[in-house]
C-alpha cells in the first residue's frame, strides 16, 4: 500500500509539472448532469431530477472526438419506491488518465418533510467497480513507471452520501465522493483524499407555448485533491419538448448543450464543451450525449394525518354523512324534475330557441372539457399535486383544495371563516380515505387552475393552495 502511495505522488508530481498536457481531475466529471443521471452529482437529486422512472445512458468524450472510446460512461435506471423514496442501479466507466474504472453503482435517497413543500432529502451512491491502470499515462519515455502489481486489477467499494434541503423550487445540497473506500483484493481501507461538492439552485416558472416549463440556474463548486478549487455555473432551460443548457466550469471551461423529447418518452441530448484554463484551451473539445427513456410518472396519494377518534364517534360521523349526501342527491333529483318540467312548458318561441343554443353550447363545452381530461399533466418540480381517475359525486375538472378536514366541526369552523372573508368555499368527502376537501373553485384545465394558485386566488387566499384532479375516464 506504501508503495502505491509513493508511486501515485510521482506520477502526480509528473502531471503537474507538465500542466500544458491538462493533467485530468481524478473525478467523474459529472458537472453537466443538470436532469438526466443527475444522481451522479449528488445522489440526493435521484429523488426528482433523475425523472423517475427512466432508464438513461450518459457518455463523455474528454478532449477527444467521438470515434474513440468515451472517457466516462454511465448507463442508469431510477424509480421511485413511494412518495418520499427513490433509487437506482446502473454500470459505469471512467477514465482517470491515472486509472480505469468500471463496475456498478446503487443510490438511494429519501425524503424527510420539515414543513409545507420543505424536505430534507438525504442520498447515497454505493459504487462497486474493478480498477486497473490506464498504461497509456503511465509511461515516461521508453521507460514504464514503477507501479506495484501494475497487471494486476484491484476490486474497490466505495461510498458516497449526499444531502440536500428543498424549499418549494429552492434547493441546496451537498456530497463527498470517497468517504469510504476499501480495496476487496488486498483487503485494507484506502486513504485517499475526499472529493466535496456543494451547489445552490432555484427553478423559475415559464410559461411557453401554452405549456408549463421552467428555467433552473445552478451554482456549484467543488474542492478535488492537488487541483484547483473548482467553480462554475450550469443553467437548464426545460419544457415538455426540449431543453438547453449552457455552463462555465472553471477548470473545463464554456459549455452548451441542446435536447429533445420525443412521444414525452424519449429524450436524447448533445452537449459541447470547450477549455479556456491556459493548461488545457489547446486540447480538442469535449463532447457529451445522454440517451434516455421515461415510462411515466410514479403518482402517490399523500397520506394525510387522521384524528384519532373513538368507535362511536366514528360511526356518527359515518352516518352524518351519509345522510348528508342522501339530502344531497334527493335535492339533486328534486332539481332535475323541476327543470325538465319547465322545459316541457317553453313554447316553440325565442327561449326554446335560446335553450337549445345553451344546449348546443354545453355540448361543445363538455367536447372541451373531454380533451383536457385527457391530456396529461407534466408535474412541476415541488409541485403538490394529486390526480385520480373518479370520485363520488365529482364533475371531471381540477379543484384548487385550500385544506382537507377529518371531522365536521373543524370542516365548518375553516368554511365559516372564509365566508367571513368574503369567500365562497365548497367541500367534497372522498370515502376512500374519510376526509373532507374543501375547495375554493373548480377549473376545466390545469393551465386555469395553476394560474389560480399563484395568484393566491386573485389575491384572496394568502396560505398554501393545492391542485387536485378528476379525470373522469
Known amino acids: 500500500m506504501a508503495k502505491l502511495l509513493t508511486t501515485t505522488f510521482i506520477v502526480l508530481l509528473i502531471f503537474s509539472s507538465n500542466a500544458q498536457d ?18 451522479l452529482f449528488n445522489p440526493a437529486f435521484s429523488f426528482d431530477r433523475n425523472k423517475p422512472r427512466s432508464v438513461a445512458l450518459w457518455s463523455r468524450w474528454q478532449w477527444q472526438t467521438i470515434d474513440t472510446d468515451p472517457s466516462t460512461m454511465f448507463f442508469n435506471y431510477t424509480q421511485r419506491f413511494g412518495a418520499q423514496s427513490s433509487g437506482g442501479i446502473g454500470f459505469f466507466q471512467n477514465n482517470t488518465g491515472l486509472f480505469l474504472n468500471r463496475g456498478g453503482v446503487l443510490n438511494y435517497a429519501f425524503a424527510i418533510p420539515l414543513g409545507e413543500e420543505v424536505n430534507l432529502i438525504f442520498g447515497a451512491n454505493v459504487l462497486g467497480y474493478q480498477q486497473e491502470l490506464a498504461d497509456t499515462r503511465v509511461i515516461l519515455g521508453n521507460q514504464p513507471l514503477p507501479f506495484p502489481n501494475n497487471d494486476d486489477p484491484r476490486f474497490i467499494a466505495e ?3 449526499g444531502l440536500r434541503l428543498q424549499a418549494k423550487s429552492f434547493s441546496m445540497g451537498m456530497s463527498v465522493e470517497n468517504a469510504l473506500n476499501f480495496d476487496f483484493t488486498n483487503s485494507e481501507r484506502l486513504e485517499t483524499e475526499r472529493i466535496f461538492s456543494g451547489s445552490i439552485s432555484n427553478d423559475f416558472p415559464v410559461y411557453l407555448f401554452d405549456e408549463l416549463s421552467y428555467v433552473r440556474p445552478i451554482l456549484y463548486a467543488r474542492s478535488i485533491p492537488n487541483q484547483d478549487f473548482q467553480y462554475g455555473l450550469a443553467t437548464l432551460f426545460t419544457t415538455p419538448k426540449f431543453w438547453v443548457q449552457g455552463g462555465y466550469n472553471s477548470f473545463y471551461g464554456v459549455s452548451g448543450g441542446v435536447g429533445a423529447t420525443f412521444f414525452k418518452k424519449l429524450s436524447l441530448g448533445a452537449l459541447v464543451e ?8 489547446n486540447e480538442d473539445p469535449t463532447f457529451e450525449l445522454v440517451l434516455a427513456y421515461h415510462f411515466g410518472e410514479q403518482m402517490y396519494e399523500p397520506k394525510e394525518k387522521e384524528e384519532k377518534l373513538s368507535p362511536e364517534e366514528k360511526m356518527e360521523e359515518i352516518e352524518k354523512q351519509r345522510q348528508q349526501e342522501e339530502a344531497e342527491k334527493e335535492r339533486l333529483r328534486l332539481a332535475e324534475e323541476a327543470r325538465l318540467a319547465q322545459l316541457e312548458k317553453e313554447a316553440m318561441s325565442k327561449r326554446r330557441a335560446e335553450e337549445l343554443a345553451a344546449v348546443k353550447e354545453q355540448l361543445r363545452q363538455d367536447s372541451i372539457a373531454k380533451v383536457a381530461r385527457t391530456k396529461e399533466v407534466e408535474i412541476m418540480p415541488n409541485e403538490k399535486y394529486q390526480e385520480v381517475n373518479s370520485a363520488e359525486g365529482l364533475q371531471p375538472g381540477f379543484y384548487l383544495i385550500a385544506n382537507v378536514f377529518g371531522t365536521k366541526k373543524y370542516l365548518e369552523n375553516f368554511k365559516s371563516k372564509l365566508e367571513a372573508q368574503g369567500l365562497l368555499p365548497k367541500s367534497f368527502y372522498r370515502s376512500v380515505n374519510k376526509f373532507n376537501y374543501v375547495y375554493l373553485a373548480r377549473y376545466e384545465t390545469i393551465d386555469e387552475a395553476r394560474a389560480a394558485r399563484a395568484s393566491k386566488f386573485g389575491g384572496k387566499y394568502k396560505d398554501a393552495l393545492w391542485i387536485f384532479r378528476v379525470r373522469g375516464e
Do not use: C, K, V, Y
Open 22 to 39: 491538462g493533467a485530468l481531475p481524478p473525478d467523474i466529471r459529472q458537472h453537466n448532469l443538470t436532469q438526466f443521471n443527475a444522481s
Open 274 to 281: 470547450s477549455g479556456l484554463n491556459e493548461a488545457i484551451q
Open 159 to 161: 461510498l458516497a452520501p
